[in-house]
């Protein structure tokens, strides 16, 4: 397939637009309340960024509807303020315009100035890895500005980076003359992925979107189907093309390729494995054929598996570990944070731009508190603390992400979760008798308590297996069976902290009941109410 003078238009940066612009009408999303558009927060024009409005038009359009902070010298702002107004973006945006003036530059072959270029763009790129580097890992961020920061750097790192070595190459090869012996500047870059981790086989993973970028002296080019392949890691994976399925795909006009059907025809449980892609091209430089095989970087990662029941727990901890650690034994704690609440969002099937429960730093507080007996002063965690730490709270995501209405439960603030036994007491002390909340177990792993208030002071009933084993029995159908509980505290959460609300439990959970209420189960005699096992 040829694509005509496929470098002009290889960077594209409009791909990497996913970031979650302020306006007017919202900010972050989640709990009404929760967040809010910040005091002075004005519509903004490039010129007071100090960027060439030029440089940030795409066909012919200037962005609109976008807010940042007030307009502050760049020198003035920290990195938080950078990315939670936006200037990265707009860093990004002038970096590109950069990038294809040195593509100008060599094609006019002004070798001095793409040199200097070529050192002052790598500066400054090496400065934003480092900036984004510090902000993940000493900084607790909400979930939008992590998910936000992540595409910053896949930006910088896929595109940027990639298409600034590619041109250095031109240059090194045009200072050296040597026509000869040619290193044909390509390279098979993955420009966007969808979300990895745990996955049941036979499932669409990806999309995967891929581009071939070349040197600026590059003038035609032809590709071969691409194909993927899956990379070992930890154990051995058969590598032949029974493992993947609707694995070839052919580039489009626009120099891209996506799969978005690609599937794992077995499991790999309870391995992380990668993928790459390779694809055979040739391109013309000046009078000159090309032929080269060039491979992409290797994929995040995925676990492959054929029983979610039982396989689930397990993948998402190996999958959260390895991204989370990485070649790392031990992370700072605000880096552990920030993964940590990524992959609790995908746990709990939440957008992370859009959240409708986000996770906060009092509920990581109260999981590190009932592990490790310390809040946030705990400076670094380390993997075997992990681990500690995901076999105690990974069952009970578990049931949150899969038992029939716990989910609408947690996003609702019927399952209060992040709550210790201490504070449910202090609380339904003010509260009459019958009503209660549901609270995470401080020291059984994957269960819950039902806090409450009864005749005889505040109790605490940890739910059994056999109360909600039954698939026919939901944790709703075992609560509206038992009329001692007869309103519900739903959890709210505002800056100023937690706020309560009171509601009747039937006329919340009724239209889910599977039983008449004729039917349900009568109270138990206070003399004999077996709700008294203390947790």
């Not at 945006?93 to 003036?101: A, D, G, N, P, Y």
């Not at 086989?201 to 999309?207: D, F, N, Q, R, Y």
């Not at 992990?386 to 029939?404: A, E, M, T, V």
């Amino acid at each position: 397939y040829i694509v005509n003078n496929l470098s002009r238009n290889q960077l594209d940066f409009d791909n990497y637009q996913q970031f979650s612009f302020r306006d007017e009408e919202s900010y972050g999303g989640g709990v009404p309340g929760l967040f809010h558009v910040p005091e002075g927060m004005i519509p903004f024009a490039p010129e007071q960024l100090g960027l060439a409005p030029d440089n940030l038009e795409q066909d012919g359009e200037r962005p609109s509807k976008r807010f940042c902070t007030a307009p502050l010298p760049t020198q003035q702002l920290s990195p938080l303020d950078k990315l939670t107004g936006n200037h990265y973006f707009m860093v990004l945006r002038s970096l590109e315009s950069k990038v294809r003036s040195m593509r100008t530059n060599l094609l006019q072959f002004n070798t001095l100035l793409v040199e200097q270029q070529c050192m002052q763009l790598r500066e400054e790129m090496n400065r934003l890895t480092d900036e984004f580097m510090a902000l993940k890992s000493g900084a607790y961020l909400r979930a939008v500005d992590f998910d936000n920061l992540l595409s910053l750097e896949e930006a910088l790192q896929s595109t940027l980076f990639v298409q600034h070595s590619l041109y250095e190459l031109d240059l090194q090869q045009m200072k050296n003359q040597d026509f000869g012996n040619v290193e044909v500047p390509l390279h098979l870059s993955i420009v966007s992925q969808g979300n990895a981790g745990p996955i049941f086989k036979e499932k669409p993973i990806g999309p995967f979107t891929l581009r071939i970028m070349t040197g600026a002296a590059v003038s035609q080019v032809r590709c071969d189907p691409v194909q993927p392949e899956i990379v070992e890691t930890s154990q051995r994976i058969k590598r032949n093309n029974s493992d993947l399925e609707n694995q070839r795909t052919t580039f489009k006009e626009n120099g891209q390729v996506t799969f978005s059907d690609l599937k794992f025809s077995s499991g790999t449980f309870p391995n992380l494995i990668r993928l790459k892609f390779r694809a055979t091209v040739t391109v013309n430089i000046g009078n000159n054929k090309y032929t080269k095989t060039v491979e992409s970087a290797h994929t995040k990662p995925y676990i492959s598996m054929t029983n979610t029941g039982s396989q689930w727990k397990d993948a998402a901890g190996t999958w959260m570990k390895g991204d989370c650690f990485g070649d790392s034994y031990e992370v700072t704690l605000p880096w552990f944070w920030n993964y940590f609440q990524k992959h609790f969002l995908t746990a709990t099937k939440q957008d992370p731009q859009n959240v409708k429960r986000p996770l906060h730093l009092r509920d990581f507080e109260f999981m590190l508190n009932a592990k490790f007996g310390q809040g946030l002063e705990k400076q670094t965690i380390n993997q075997k603390e992990f681990q500690q730490l995901w076999d105690w709270i990974g069952p009970s995501i578990k049931k949150i992400r899969y038992q029939k209405h716990m989910l609408w439960m947690f996003e609702q603030g019927f399952l209060a979760c992040f709550v210790t036994r201490q504070e449910a007491t202090d609380q339904l002390q003010q509260e009459p008798v019958g009503t209660f909340l549901i609270r995470l177990s401080e020291r059984l792993e994957g269960e819950f308590v039902v806090s409450y208030t009864h005749a005889t002071g505040v109790r605490h009933y940890l739910v059994q297996p056999e109360d909600i084993s039954d698939k026919k029995k939901t944790l709703i159908d075992f609560l509206g069976q038992n009329k001692i509980w007869t309103t519900f505290l739903q959890i709210g959460m505002l800056p100023t902290g937690i706020v309560w609300h009171k509601l009747p439990k039937d006329k919340i959970l009724e239209k889910h009941y599977k039983k008449p209420t004729s039917k349900q189960a009568k109270a138990p005699k206070v003399s004999s109410n077996p709700y008294d096992l203390i947790l």
